[in-house]
């Protein structure tokens, strides 16, 4: 039987399939944290498969070359900072009222007849440096208003708002589910934004403006005053004692797009430029997206906060909040590289592109099928781009892809990771909290929504790679 798991193409096919069922009833059934599930069945399948204990843990004298702590180790160094400064960018743009700024922006250039169409603009540019929940936090106070004084359904408003907040998440730098699958898949992130935006925006326009519409005039509910109290409150206490000017929509779309120009400029002058040139070292140097993020992070901090008189104190407790929910989502991210190279080593992956070229089963269908299959099971869009980025990794290995296609393979994994968001996803609560809808009415918005996203989104990244 360990003959056959180990040296079959059956007993390896075998072992995969087991290994994803066992990972998602230890996350399911028996409540595991994420990480600890990755690495407990990371060791089992190793083991199984026959990986030396050696070439696993290491030794007692030396641990650097195993495979946990190259797996973890490989994709932390990748992540890590990306992740953070990220989180930090996003904290001190919504700390400094630039949401408000973007939004009575849009909300005065659309009308209040297009209010729904500016909402979820805002969505979408607030977006890229903030986290979904944090951008349904932030900005929900002003759906509440907006619907309020247009007398029509929340929902109206609120859908578009989600979409481009859930496509941002799921499609764009820096967050976590694109960058660690671009790590795991060895792909440039400047290409990642290129795909991203090529994607993300054809599934909000379907998702956030035609369906949003068309369910906003069939689902009504009109906003809980609860709600708008609340959000006048929150309004008043963030005005108090705070007479300084809102920053400028210029300053704040110039800092959500300056990391994202200069990673852009790296790619495409890794291209164009001659190697070994100073005007190529300094846009590779400014391009790596660790350095383009410091110095969006640097300039924020310095015209946002310490320039309209926030003080060094505020500042540090406002990184220091902002930071700790990233530990987690590194864990996670980390324990999936190990997953990840543990599959590699096993020659599950080889076995997996045997097995997909025989049958003619394309890798972009196969990467968004699994990542569908992992996220309705378990509810986690990041948990289902890191196991199936792993999954994916080893078979993409020898297929000698272009950036460009890799880049929508990750489009693929991170489309399949929000499809039919349900009762099993914090993000479901979230939203049917923050705009007072039943379970029914969530899942006939909401979860329709994500669906929508999804196919769009993976369907736009299936045409590009038939002619990239």
Known sequence: ??????????????????????????????????FIALIVVALLVALLAGVPVETLVGSAQKASDSLLEKGFGSILGHIAAIIGLGTLLGAILEASGGAQVLMDKL?????EKRAPVAIGLAGLIFGVPVFFDIGIFVLAPLVYVAAK????????????????????????PPHPGPVA????LKVSLGWIIIMGLAVAIPAWFVGGVLYSYWIGKRITVPVPEEMLAAAEAARAENGSGDDREPPSLGLVLAIIGLPLVLILAGTFGSILLTKGSK???????FGTPAVALTISVLLAFWLLGFRRGMSREKVAELSAASLKPVAMILLVVGAGGFFGAVLAATGIGKTLANELSGIGLPVIALAYVISCVIRIAQGSATVAIVTTAGIVAPVVADLNYSQPQLALVVMAIASGSIIASHVNDGGFWIVSRYFGLSVKETLQSWTVLETILSVVGFVVAALISLVV
């Not at 180990?6 to 994420?34: D, M, N, R, Y």
């Not at 909300?107 to 009308?111: D, P, R, T, V």
């Not at 929902?155 to 764009?172: E, T």
């Open 107 to 111: 909300m005065n250039a659309f009308g």
């Open 149 to 172: 004084r247009s007398g029509k359904s929340i929902v109206l408003f609120a859908m578009p708002l989600l979409a481009g907040l859930s496509v941002m998440h799921a499609f764009m």
């Open 279 to 285: 005007l190529y070292s300094v846009a590779t140097f």
């Open 181 to 184: 699958a671009a790590g795991l």
């Open 1 to 34: 039987m360990i003959d056959w798991l180990q040296h079959s193409t059956g007993g390896l096919l075998t072992l995969a399939v087991v290994s994803i069922a066992v990972l998602l009833l230890l996350i399911i059934k028996f409540k595991v944290e994420p």
